[in-house]
């Protein structure tokens, strides 16, 4: 690691330490905002589930705590104080980046198996993308505010930088963790295990499995028996209920919970009549399940740009997404900065996503604390927001598409394409 990776990974500790320390009510501030925090997310619940948890009390039973069984066992044995919980948090936003340096090392981005980009030259190294995702705003935020999905994004970003070193048991085992711990990253197991596949044929081509389906097939295996397994501890820590199955996992099937946040769900089924409300709630879900299918078969030289397209989509249309899942997107999209040059609407996503960042806490304001408006003053920014961020995500499709394109078919650089 050279002396400009240490510097940057020493910066972004510090400024997380200045602002837990100079501005101690600032966690409980930014853990109250619902741009930060959900109900399956917030630390506060979690504080809540550890009380009951630690008194013999299920915490499952009030509706209200919606983790995983192992965050209660994990808190439980570590000292109950804000300087040690500040420290975790720091640790786990010093691991992704970590993880984010050896994917960008790796250089799986620019060349894989299947496709070198003629723009390699022009990509980021990798203190500059820990850079990007130490002192991005949101990653920033969302570390004082506390909420679970810093863990998420670890395991995730843990998970990808394993598929990238052609380490395929350890990264199934990691997606396996993000899994138990949010549901969701279930969708990107396609993609990681071709991205798996990619890395092991490329780095040890002797060694390496010669049947795609023969390695996908192991590594699905691997991945639900270490679910299960996961799930198993759980039922044991929970005094052998399987309770915790549905306060953790329904909750982001069925919605149960219509707490505000950035996402599209809540107050479209607050209006819903309650006879349509299960036929919406497979609309929503199958909606997030369609794209992983063809953004793997159509990207399929490019794996890594299908999870990052997919962790995008999440972050925009699953059922409790906070700006935590925006700044895993954003933190993996710049790994992709030889491509930036091919976008076509940076600068109105760009301020957009501005634009919304700045107005959402004032509108919410308005509804919630000063009563000068209603429900509607919030939702209309959550449009703005996600359709700020629907644009940076297809808007980046377009320009890996266009760069693959270019690649197979030289002499197209610059030249105006109606459709790829």
């Known amino acids: 690691m050279d002396k400009r990776a240490i510097c940057v990974l020493a910066g972004g500790v510090l400024l997380r330490l200045l602002l837990f320390t100079a501005f101690p009510s600032l966690p409980t501030l930014l853990g109250n905002r619902v ?45 109950s104080s804000p300087i040690v919980t500040n420290l975790v948090y720091i640790v786990a936003d010093v691991l992704s980046a970590l993880a984010l340096m050896d994917i960008a090392r790796s250089g799986v981005s620019t060349v894989s198996r299947l496709h070198t980009s003629n723009r390699k030259d022009n990509s980021w190294s990798p203190w500059g993308v820990a850079a990007a995702f130490l002192f991005n705003p949101f990653t920033v935020a969302t570390c004082i505010g506390r909420p679970t999905v810093v863990f998420t994004n670890t395991v995730i970003l843990t998970a990808i930088a394993r598929a990238a070193q052609g380490r395929a048991v350890a990264s199934t085992l990691a997606l396996a963790m993000s899994a138990y711990l949010s549901l969701y990253p279930v969708l990107l197991l396609p993609p990681l295990i071709l991205l798996s596949y990619d890395c ?31 799930l198993g501890l759980s039922f044991g820590i929970t005094s052998n209920s399987w309770e915790f199955l549905s306060s953790t996992y329904g909750v982001h099937l069925l919605l149960p919970d219509l707490t505000p946040n950035v996402g599209l769900w809540w107050y479209f089924f607050i209006e819903m ?10 609309v929503f879900q199958l909606h997030l399940l ?55 609407y940076s600068f109105v996503a760009t301020s ?9 806490p004032a509108f919410y304001h308005l509804w919630i604390y000063a009563g000068s408006g209603n429900a509607n003053f919030f939702y209309a920014i959550t449009l703005v927001w996600s359709l700020a961020m629907a644009v940076v995500v297809a808007d980046g499709l377009y320009a890996v598409l266009r760069d693959e394109w270019e690649t197979e078919v030289p002499g197209m650089e610059g030249k105006k394409v109606l459709q790829i």
């Open 290 to 344: 369609i794209y992983v299918g063809g953004l793997t078969i159509r990207l399929r030289k490019q794996p890594l740009f299908v999870i990052i397209t997919m962790l995008g989509i999440l972050s925009i249309f699953k059922s409790y997404p906070a700006i935590g899942d925006t700044a895993l997107y954003m933190a993996l999209l710049t790994l992709y900065r030889h491509v930036v040059p091919l976008m076509r």
């Open 352 to 360: 957009a996503i501005i634009y919304a960042t700045l107005l959402g």
């Open 35 to 79: 741009e930060i925090a959900t109900p399956v997310t917030s630390f506060k619940r979690l504080q809540e589930g550890l009380f009951l948890y630690t008194h013999g009390v299920s915490p499952y039973d009030g509706g209200v705590f919606h983790q995983a069984p192992l965050l209660l066992a994990f808190f439980s044995t570590i000292p």
């Open 273 to 282: 009549f309650d006879s349509f409300r299960e036929f919406f709630l497979c």
């Open 200 to 230: 092991v044929k490329q780095k040890s081509p002797a060694s390496s499995p010669t049947s795609l389906c023969k390695f996908a097939l192991t590594q699905t295996t691997l991945f639900l028996t270490a679910l299960l397994s996961l």
